[in-house]
């Protein structure tokens, strides 16, 4: 049976896709704005060109006398730009044949999360809005592809958060180490440098002053790690034992779970964090609640390539009620 029009079940889009989506050069130019921007997919830059094609479409129509109302439909174009804050008062009609893709692209809620200085990266800016911390006119919003107008006002939902992303904006930029003997401008608990037997200082010793969170999964069959920043809206590193081996069976050993947690220290380190929460959690629920052998040889290499251990925290989601716990095996009695 055909599906008609307005079927809930099989919704008709409303973007444009381009019709060659192999041309290389459009991926390549596609690709460069998608990072520029912080995009996650191309749906996300098809309802931008679909947004800016309609508009120039319906000033064409307007210029070439082919609508009716000229004025009432010139001023709602004109209106609804200056609003979004794309036009200013003095531009006319024929200007909107020359808007852009970047000029509806700046008006996003995640690029003037980032340009406001609310966010280091746009990658971060996206997930501060997709946890809820970023407020506009008192209001939690979610969507960082939203339009922001003029005349509303962004804002953190929470102090902390402000307080955290202020303190990460001062420490950008600064080194990490300041002398020979280890004396940094903003680190009380760096450790001591280790020299090898050519008198060069181990990158492990060389952690910084930033506080991150690491949280690790362990079951018997897998070890998953991630590594944050202290207020958990930002992924800075994962890693887990699919990464590192073929066998699946070892997955899950605690050589590998070593393996991931000098992975992950390294990306530590070259973020200047030197001092974590860690966050270990098992499956839970109506599986089993301890975790699996990878867990405390991941934590025992965080802390032997200079990572220091402000807690641990067991996370493992405990189960008031819920699910049926599933059937074992038959086995011969």
Not at 134 to 152: H, T
Not at 257 to 263: D, W
Not at 266 to 278: L, N, S, T
Request: aromatic share 4%.
């Amino acid at each position: 049976m055909w599906k008609i029009m307005g079927d809930p079940k099989r919704l008709n889009r409303l973007y444009d896709v381009p019709r060659m989506k192999w041309n290389k050069q459009r991926i390549l130019a596609d690709r460069k704005i998608m990072d520029e921007y912080g995009l996650r997919t191309k749906k996300e830059l098809w309802k931008a060109e679909t947004e800016v094609r309609e508009l120039r479409k319906r000033a064409r129509l307007l210029l070439a006398g082919r609508s009716d109302n000229f004025e009432i439909r010139k001023t709602e174009i004109l209106g609804r730009l200056i609003k979004l804050g794309i036009f200013t008062k003095d531009h006319t009609i024929e200007d909107v044949l020359k808007l852009t893709l970047t000029d509806f692209l700046d008006r996003r809620l995640q690029t003037i999360v980032l340009r406001k200085g609310l966010a280091l990266t746009p990658l971060q800016a996206r997930q501060l809005i997709v946890h809820g911390h970023i407020a506009i006119n008192g209001r939690k919003r979610n969507i960082p592809g939203s339009i922001v107008r003029v005349d509303e006002v962004i804002s953190y939902t929470k102090t902390h958060i402000k307080n955290v992303i202020d303190k990460s904006i001062e420490m950008k930029g600064k080194p990490i180490l300041k002398d020979k003997d280890n004396k940094t401008e903003n680190n009380k608990h760096t450790p001591a440098n280790v020299e090898n037997k050519e008198g060069k200082v181990e990158w492990w010793n060389m952690a910084g002053d930033k506080i991150g969170i690491v949280n690790i999964f362990a079951s018997r069959n897998n070890t998953i790690v991630v590594l944050t920043d202290e207020t958990g809206a930002e992924i800075i590193a994962k890693s887990s034992g699919g990464q590192l081996t073929k066998s699946q069976h070892k997955e899950g050993s605690p050589y590998i779970a070593m393996k991931i947690g000098q992975i992950i220290a390294e990306k530590a380190r070259d973020r200047g964090i030197g001092e974590v929460h860690v966050k270990i959690r098992a499956p839970g629920g109506n599986l089993y609640n301890n975790p699996g052998q990878g867990a405390e040889p991941a934590l025992k290499s965080l802390t032997r390539y200079g990572l220091r251990i402000l807690s641990i925290q067991n996370t493992t989601p405990i189960p008031h009620d819920g699910c049926r716990k599933k059937k074992g095996y038959r086995t011969k009695k």
